[in-house]
């Protein structure tokens, strides 16, 4: 999946308007156009599409967070260059306030049965030996439970 793809569905499971992205945006202390934000939404076949980097969508999960959960005193975290499915599964767990039960619980909707060891596998470092790579249909059944749990009136999955 693409960063746009990513925000998207993010934006679409949690009924989240484009006001409130820019707010998210804002909470790890980065100002973005409504226009830039209206452009990594559209589809890809736009004109006026533009193509999200990784840090941008860093940023707007470290808002996400800090806009769920609080804003912390002090420095802000850095967003990273790089993001991994890995790192946008953690940061949308942690932004949602979800333990493992309730990763398990939403993947369930859609589906997905994990075990608590396996869940906690995606949310280890990489270089821990029971590391395992979240694969885009992960983060897909993910998002999908997501928007399933927050908006049962959907009546399709985004995915």
């Known amino acids: 999946m693409t960063n746009n793809e990513i925000l998207r569905r993010i934006q ?49 999960l470290n808002g996400f967070i800090n806009l769920k959960r609080g804003k912390k005193e002090g420095d802000q975290p850095k967003p990273e260059v790089e993001l991994t499915n890995n790192m946008i599964f953690m940061k949308l767990r942690i ?25 906690g596998a995606y949310f280890r470092k990489p270089n821990n030996k029971n590391y395992k790579n979240c694969e885009d249909q992960l983060l897909s059944d993910f998002l999908n439970g997501v928007q399933f749990t927050n908006r049962p009136d959907s009546e399709e999955f985004a995915g």
């Not at 599409?49 to 990784?54: E, G, H, L, V």
């Open 12 to 60: 679409h499971a949690l009924n989240l308007k484009n006001a409130q992205v820019i707010k998210a945006f804002e909470q790890a202390d980065v100002t973005v156009a409504h226009d830039k934000v209206g452009n990594w939404l559209k589809d890809e076949s736009d004109k006026s599409f533009t193509k999200m980097k990784d840090k941008e969508l860093a940023v707007f």
């Open 95 to 119: 932004a949602l306030n979800m333990k493992a039960e309730d990763v398990l619980d939403v993947l369930e909707v859609v589906g997905i049965s994990l075990s608590k060891y396996e869940i």
